[in-house]
């Protein structure tokens, strides 16, 4: 699992509560169908002064066929494509 620092984002988990700011994300359950594609779980939450995660919201994030072409042995280059898909940015 990959905790990723990134340009806060507001992030509404349900109807029920309000928006919360975002600063990071988790990139989990990397998918592989060797030779072909790859996707995750890009996990938004909070991360805290401990370096406690809270997960806000989680969707599934998918390379294109040309990103998963590059990828190499490159696992940053993986999570860069997954923020990039994402519209996430580093922090």
Same mark, same amino acid.
């Given at each position: 699992?990959?905790?990723?620092?990134? =340009?806060?984002?507001?992030?509404?988990?349900?109807?029920?509560?309000?928006?919360?700011?975002?600063?990071?994300?988790?990139?989990?359950?990397?998918?592989?169908?060797?030779?072909?594609?790859?996707?995750?779980?890009?996990?938004?939450?909070?991360?805290?002064?401990?370096?406690?995660?809270?997960?806000?919201?989680?969707?599934?994030?998918?390379?294109?066929?040309?990103?998963?072409? =590059?990828?190499?042995?490159?696992?940053?280059?993986?999570?860069?494509?997954?923020?990039?898909?994402?519209?996430?940015?580093?922090?």
């Amino acid at each position: 699992m990959t905790t990723v620092a990134i =340009k806060p984002v507001t992030v509404s988990p349900s109807n029920v509560t309000p928006p919360v700011i975002a600063n990071a994300v988790q990139i989990t359950n990397v998918d592989l169908q060797l030779g072909k594609s790859a996707s995750a779980y890009v996990c938004l939450g909070v991360l805290g002064e401990s370096e406690s995660f809270t997960l806000l919201t989680r969707s599934t994030v998918a390379m294109t066929d040309a990103q998963y072409a =590059k990828w190499g042995a490159d696992d940053d280059y993986a999570v860069n494509c997954f923020l990039l898909n994402a519209n996430l940015e580093r922090a």
